[in-house]
């Protein structure tokens, strides 16, 4: 990796930028709500000063605002279909970006000599292209190394948490993926003996060569989705020579109970989740409780309903309007983030004052099913997941609502394995559907095993076909 420094524009990394991040989110992490609070107000009034004077396509929306509320929530679409007007820099243009990262192996160099640039998946839809500059870079950086990676048993000392430690990165690899970008960057700017010693495998290989690389690479950390991590770890329970890792950081995905005690205890080793998106890339850090600490000094949530308006603290949203206070090159300024979530208003034993927040969605669908009332009913993901999990005792499978309303269970058994579990979850969901007073739906058992989505490598477990 390093051969190659010489060849390439650093990807972008501020000293001074850098140190100051560092300093607010130590202070902010001690003070969540004194100092955390006061960080967060600047730097709003900074992002909408900034966005209104020099982003065209927000100063027509908003020429006058001066306070969050005077924005419309606004969508991917929408800025992908003005780009060029988005950003605060007139030379970050759509055809800019594309000529960049169609160049191939360049993705973690520096863009116009001072912007990373990810694209997002585009689970639902549209593929979005996110420009970083050096102030949220070393913002994400901040966080990484003093929340995300210093906390939890294992967790190593403030901001060690990548020097000499040998990761593998099973997830997308093919693209401009913030994930592959990442690391990408991470290791180019390491000073010498501090770079993380790093493996990529595309989560799109076939498992048995994922779990050869694996097995001839050896990490002590592992850093993939959920799925991967739950099928690696259902191949390796009655192994002879079973697969192990110092520690497992999922993402991408939504984790259940279940998925992390089957992955925790087939390698024996410390499970470690994180919330983050294309759009702002550590949005939540697990505490050593297992809860999602919202990282409220640099990025604003509201939980919002179908209509955008706020839901009460508690209630999960249908909708989150997510606020980036470290990006002002391309501000997102109530960003619809398609990702159910709420705020816990009981606080969190670990002591942070910073916001718990539950996630609900990431790639999967709710399902909104007819009720036997003639009304609708709307089942979460996780609670459908955990369903089929516990009477199935599988985590592999997606199940699929069908534009006829009916519902397709696929698994990656087959033969006679298949069709037990497959009539254990009938039995199970179909007896829970009817407790949500759900009108009973046409359930069949799908032909062929589930389906990882073509770029992202992601896993959908519960997907709604006419949603999409
Ligand atoms: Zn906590």
């Avoid at 593929?127 to 939890?152: C, M």
Wanted: aromatic share 8%; with cysteine; proline share 6%.
């Amino acid at each position: 990796m390093n051969a190659h420094r010489g060849h390439h524009p650093s990807p972008p990394f501020d000293a001074a930028l850098s140190a100051q991040a560092f300093h607010e989110t130590w202070l902010a992490t001690v003070d969540p709500t004194g100092v955390g609070q006061w960080f967060r107000r600047q730097r709003l009034d900074r992002l909408i000063a900034t966005a209104t004077r020099d982003s065209p396509l927000y100063a027509r929306r908003a020429r006058s605002a001066r306070v969050i509320d005077d924005f419309e929530p606004i969508g991917k679409h929408e800025l992908m279909d003005h780009f060029d007007d988005w950003a605060v820099d007139r030379r970050i243009t759509r055809a800019g970006v594309e000529a960049f990262i169609g160049g191939g192996d360049t993705i973690a160099d520096g863009w116009l000599e001072r912007y990373l640039i990810w694209t997002s998946s585009g689970t639902s839809g549209q593929p979005g292209v996110f420009v970083q500059d050096a102030a949220s870079l070393a913002a994400y950086d901040a966080i990484e190394a003093l929340r995300l990676r210093s906390t939890g048993p294992a967790g190593p000392p403030l901001g060690l948490w990548a020097a000499g430690r040998r990761f593998a990165y099973v997830g997308a690899v093919g693209g401009a993926y913030a994930g592959h970008v990442s690391v990408a960057r991470l290791q180019r700017i390491a000073p010498p003996g501090w770079a993380p010693t790093l493996c990529e495998i595309s989560v799109l290989d076939p498992l048995d060569e994922i779990e050869a690389r694996l097995r001839a690479w050896g990490p002590d950390v592992l850093i993939t989705y959920p799925t991967l991590a739950a099928s690696l770890a259902g191949r390796t329970v009655n192994d002879r020579r079973p697969l192990r890792f110092g520690e497992v950081w999922l993402g991408g995905e939504q984790l259940s109970p279940t998925q992390r005690a089957f992955i925790g205890d087939a390698f024996g080793c410390v499970v470690r989740n994180s919330y983050g998106a294309s759009e702002f890339y550590s949005i939540a850090f697990e505490c050593r409780y297992g809860r999602l600490h919202l990282n409220d000094d640099w990025v604003i949530l509201e939980p919002v309903d179908a209509d955008h308006r706020p839901v009460p603290v508690g209630a999960f949203s249908h909708a989150t309007l997510l606020t980036n206070l470290a990006n002002r090159t391309q501000p997102l300024i109530r960003y619809t983030l398609q990702d159910c979530t709420r705020f816990v208003p009981e606080p969190c034993p670990c002591g942070s004052g910073l916001a718990v927040i539950e996630v609900q969605g990431r790639s999967d669908d709710a399902l909104v099913l007819a009720g036997r009332d003639g009304g609708t009913v709307t089942l979460l993901p996780l609670a459908i997941e955990t369903v089929v999990e516990e009477a199935g005792g599988i985590t592999e499978f997606q199940l699929i609502r069908r534009p006829d309303g009916s519902l397709e269970l696929r698994l990656s058994l087959q033969g006679d394995a298949a069709r037990q579990a497959f009539d254990r979850c009938r039995r199970a969901l179909l007896g829970w559907f009817a407790r949500q007073d759900v009108r009973t739906p046409r359930l069949v058992h799908g032909h062929g095993g589930p389906l990882r989505a073509p770029g992202s490598g992601k896993l959908r477990r519960v997907i709604d076909d006419r949603a999409r």
